[in-house]
């Protein structure tokens, strides 16, 4: 009984501190605590409430972390349709909805109109039930009439309470969205090939994701903008903003109400230009009516309501003058011309440098060195060329030429059949390619070695010191003490972050790699499929084209990777650093109750997320799968199985219970 008390203590201070920092992370934007720091306190309360599974309730941050698997998203019927907002670029078009509002609501007897004004965020619009105080459903817009029920994922994210105070049943609407730190955070650590255009285009795709452990991972957040169910249906918009706060949800903090139009229209302007301060993207200003109680009265469009209105700013534009073009070179040899801009003021930063994309892009533009050409921002993180102003062509105006070789090594360029890109296919010499891959197995996401940055790899491989990533954990300090910047300090923390490194996870060991196509989650299905390198090595295309999410691009671009002759040497080379090359050591190995033994996993678990029920059969000596095969040696079937266990019974697999399994451990 004393160790309960004591444990019930302890998980609700855990899941206090946990929610506290989360605040300060998603809401506040001024975090207190390291990712590494944050993650402790979650590992804590996950191993006590594993211990004590009775002291587990619905609104534990601990279920945040996802971990089962979606085969399909229901359709679900929503109480009101989700309607869309008509959108206005114009501030006389705002005034027109004004008085057209002001007309509408005196037929109606009201003289008095205020309106509220919100920003807009720039993500994905959902719908959350609550009942007895519990979030018992999500729900994607879709068509308006019906969504998808994402509930799974919806889980995962911190802003959306689990639980709320006892306020019947309701609904909460807002918009699901991406900060922008997150956002860079998740595209570095996608291969270069597959990473997403802006912020916007990431939540939509993480939302439908089958898997809610890489929902979480991806670290979403919400903001609510809608309240309905409430007991005194006269509530006003504005009073029920704030009434979502008190229930524990985001609403984005900076919402006015407006008595008369210019109220809106200095909104309107005030924020044009502070928006770019704000940590995540904003398109506009969302107008509603204050009274709630008119909604209905005024009605709406097929598709728009009559009391509401968005006003987008226009996209952030500026002239200036292409100067020349440089051609970069990525760790896999991508080369990407970038334009070099006389500097302009955009969107509250100078911008001087612009992707050009690809040559494709270039002919498309018709674009010319010395050229006047427009950029824009407009929900993308990075200003892009999108057009060249014709009329003002200079004289001395100068074709853009595709380089026949490398800038970095001078090695003739390739263009593979069907791709927009060209490639400097001098991948073991060429400084630019070795600079990127240091870079990348360096990066947090990787092995997250924190004194190695890019003054300092630049360095190394000038002067020849480090040509691969192996060669970096053989490197001295007496090497290092006397290179630009570093002395004996810098060279020790070096050193020293070299020899934490080794440690990190064989899955985080596979994404540092930086196989073409492999990102961070087609690294731990890898490292689950094929628990060791000897074992990726030896995998054929057909199949590695099984491991879920690889298909067979992704499975050729592997074998093509372990085909290069100087592989075996350079793993060697790690094995010698001593990395972790497999995802178990021998002395972690618990018992050999699963050796040799291939798991699949289907349908919930009670005891255990996905994520530790993979690592007890791994800790036991067996492999985990996700697709069923004639190799397949047990399925473990939960609650609301799915396909996979008739595709199971079909090929005689033998399947078991949870409880049989946990029998088995």
């Not at 590494?36 to 619905?58: G, H, N, S």
């Not at 009391?307 to 070179?329: C, E, G, N, S």
């Not at 490194?501 to 890898?526: C, D, F, M, Q």
Request: hydrophobic content about 40%; charged content about 25%.
């Amino acid at each position: 009984m004393t160790d309960s008390i004591h444990a019930s203590e302890r998980i609700a201070h855990l899941r206090k501190q946990i929610e506290h920092h989360s605040s300060l992370y998603y809401i506040e934007a001024r975090p207190e605590l390291s990712d590494y720091e944050f993650d402790k306190l979650l590992e804590q309360l996950i191993a006590l409430e594993r211990q004590f599974p009775d002291l587990v309730t619905p609104d534990s941050p601990s279920l945040r972390v996802g971990g089962a698997i979606t085969k399909e998203f229901v359709s679900v019927i929503h109480r009101e349709p989700m309607l869309s907002l008509s959108n206005t670029y114009s501030l006389g078009e705002v005034e027109e909805f004004y008085n057209r509002v002001k007309k509408l609501i005196a037929l109606e007897g009201v003289d008095e109109q205020e309106m509220v004004a919100e920003l807009k965020f720039d993500g994905v619009a959902i719908s959350l039930l609550y009942r007895d105080g519990l979030l018992v459903r999500g729900a994607t817009r879709g068509d308006g009439v019906q969504g998808d029920d994402i509930t799974v994922n919806i889980r995962t994210i911190p802003t959306v309470p689990l639980k709320i105070g006892d306020v019947g049943e309701i609904e909460v609407r807002g918009e699901v969205f991406m900060r922008k730190e997150d956002f860079e955070q998740l595209n570095e650590s996608r291969p270069e090939e597959e990473r997403f255009a802006n912020p916007r285009n990431a939540t939509a795709g993480t939302l439908k994701l089958q898997d809610s452990a890489e929902v979480a991972r991806r670290r979403m957040s919400f903001v609510a903008y809608y309240l309905k169910g409430i007991r005194d249906e006269s509530t006003a918009h504005f009073s029920r903003l704030k009434l979502l706060e008190e229930l524990g949800f985001s609403t984005g903090n900076y919402y006015q109400l407006c008595r008369e139009l210019n109220d809106i229209n200095e909104f309107i302007a005030e924020w044009s230009e502070k928006r770019w301060k704000l940590p995540y993207e904003t398109d506009g200003v969302v107008l509603k009516l204050n009274a709630v109680t008119l909604w209905d009265k005024l009605g709406a469009t097929a598709k728009s309501p009559r009391w509401a209105i968005a006003y987008k700013y226009p996209a952030q534009q500026a002239r200036t003058v292409l100067i020349a073009v440089v051609f970069q070179v990525g760790r896999l040899g991508t080369i990407t011309p970038v334009a070099e801009l006389e500097p302009v003021l955009l969107a509250g930063s100078t911008v001087s440098r612009s992707t050009l994309h690809n040559f494709d892009e270039i002919q498309r533009l018709g674009i010319m060195v010395h050229d006047r050409v427009i950029i824009e921002k407009s929900g993308e993180v990075i200003p892009k060329v999108i057009s060249v102003v014709l009329e003002e062509r200079p004289s001395d105006a100068l074709p853009i030429v595709i380089p026949s070789n490398c800038p970095e090594c001078g090695t003739p360029l390739s263009r593979p059949e069907g791709e927009v890109s060209y490639y400097c296919p001098n991948e073991e010499e060429c400084p630019a390619q070795i600079r990127g891959r240091l870079l990348h197995f360096a990066s947090r996401n990787a092995m997250d070695i924190k004194s190695l940055g890019k003054a300092l790899v630049d360095q190394l491989v000038a002067i020849k010191l480090v040509k691969d990533v192996g060669d970096l954990y053989f490197l001295q300090e007496p090497q290092l003490e006397n290179l630009e910047r570093m002395g004996r300090k810098s060279a020790q923390n070096l050193v020293r972050a070299l020899d934490e490194s080794r440690a990190k996870s064989y899955e985080r060991l596979l994404y540092a790699l930086g196989i073409r196509h492999v990102g961070r989650a087609t690294a731990r299905e890898l490292s689950q499929a094929c628990p060791s390198l000897d074992a990726l090595m030896q995998a054929s295309e057909e199949e590695l084209s099984t491991v879920p999410d690889i298909g067979p691009v992704v499975a050729r671009s592997i074998c093509d990777y372990f085909a290069k002759p100087s592989v075996p040497d350079f793993f060697e080379k790690l094995n010698a650093a001593g990395l972790q090359l497999s995802a178990l050591e021998s002395a972690a190995q618990i018992n050999r109750n699963f050796e040799g033994l291939t798991v699949l996993f289907t349908g919930g678990l009670d005891r255990h997320d996905r994520q530790t029920a993979s690592e007890l059969v791994m800790e036991r000596g067996g492999r985990v799968v996700n697709s069923v095969s004639k190799k397949t040696g047990l399925i473990v079937a939960g609650h609301d199985p799915g396909s996979k266990l008739d595709k199971a019974l079909k090929l005689g697999v033998r399947v078991v219970s949870e409880d049989e399994f946990e029998a088995m451990l």
